[in-house]
Nanobody
């Protein structure tokens, strides 16, 4: 069983930075993918960034160059470092885990993610 717990959300002004963390418990056998998704009020959930067991990463166009995803294998913790934040980044952010999925197309198939955290709120004010 895999369990995910996010932390690090908060309120920040436009242009600021935040780093989200996701503690992952459980064991993955074989290939896996970890991702960050977000849902803004009144909008559908969207993929933000993903990293797979080969270390490949993928980012949504809206966050490229501003967000960075990483996975500390020793601590089994997923991170999302967010910089130059914009009001449109305001959303509930979720981490998720999938088996046998590669980062290249992970952001388009959120339904393939088997495990989800409870979410952490990020609010960016202008």
């Amino acid at each position: 069983q895999v369990h995910l717990v996010e932390s690090g959300g908060g309120s920040v002004q436009s242009g600021g930075s935040l780093t989200l963390s996701c503690a992952v418990t459980g064991v993955f056998y074989g290939s896996y993918c970890l991702g960050w998704f977000r849902r803004a009020p009144g909008k559908e959930r969207e993929g933000v960034a993903a990293i797979d067991s080969d270390g490949s990463t993928n980012y949504a166009d809206s966050v490229k160059g501003r967000f960075h995803i990483s996975h500390d294998n020793a601590k089994n913790t997923l991170f999302l470092r967010m910089s130059t934040l914009k009001p449109e980044d305001t959303a509930m952010y979720y981490c998720a885990a999938a088996l046998n999925l590669w980062a290249d197309y992970a952001l388009e198939v959120d339904g393939d993610f088997n495990y989800w955290g409870q979410g952490t709120q990020v609010t960016v004010s202008s």
